[in-house]
């Protein structure tokens, strides 16, 4: 079993910052891309960030230049550091992770239970 758990929300004022982390652990062998989702009330869930194992990063438009995403491999951990927020970016933030579980295997995605954050004066 793999387990994957986001840390670091809270509320924050506009124009502050925010570090979020998730962290996975179980069964993993390695894994493949990482990503951060949010979801606004009554919004779809949309990406937010995404990390390779090799270091590659992909942003949405809204947050390029503001938020920047990392990883521990060994760690097997990812951070999302979040500066000079708006209240657009209150959200629940959701972590996900490619995980292969054995060598040659293919990977499978799981999902952390979601972080609250707040961005208000």
């Known amino acids: 079993q793999v387990q994957v758990v986001e840390s670091g929300g809270g509320l924050v004022q506009p124009g502050g910052s925010l570090r979020l982390s998730c962290a996975a652990s179980?069964?993993?062998?390695?894994?493949?891309?990482m990503e951060w989702y949010r979801q606004a009330p009554g919004k779809q869930r949309e990406l937010v960030a995404s990390?390779?194992?090799?270091?590659?990063?992909n942003y949405a438009y809204s947050v390029k230049g503001r938020f920047t995403i990392s990883r521990d491999n060994a760690k097997n951990t990812v951070y999302l550091q979040m500066n000079s927020l708006k209240p657009e970016d209150t959200a629940v933030y959701y972590c996900?992770?490619?995980?292969?579980?054995?060598?040659?295997?293919?990977?499978?995605?799981?999902w952390g239970q979601g972080t609250q954050v707040t961005v208000s004066s």
């Open positions: 179980g069964s993993i062998f390695s894994i493949n891309t």
């Open positions: 990390i390779t194992s090799g270091g590659i990063t």
């Open positions: 996900y992770a490619a995980v292969v579980i054995g060598r040659g295997q293919y990977a499978t995605g799981y």
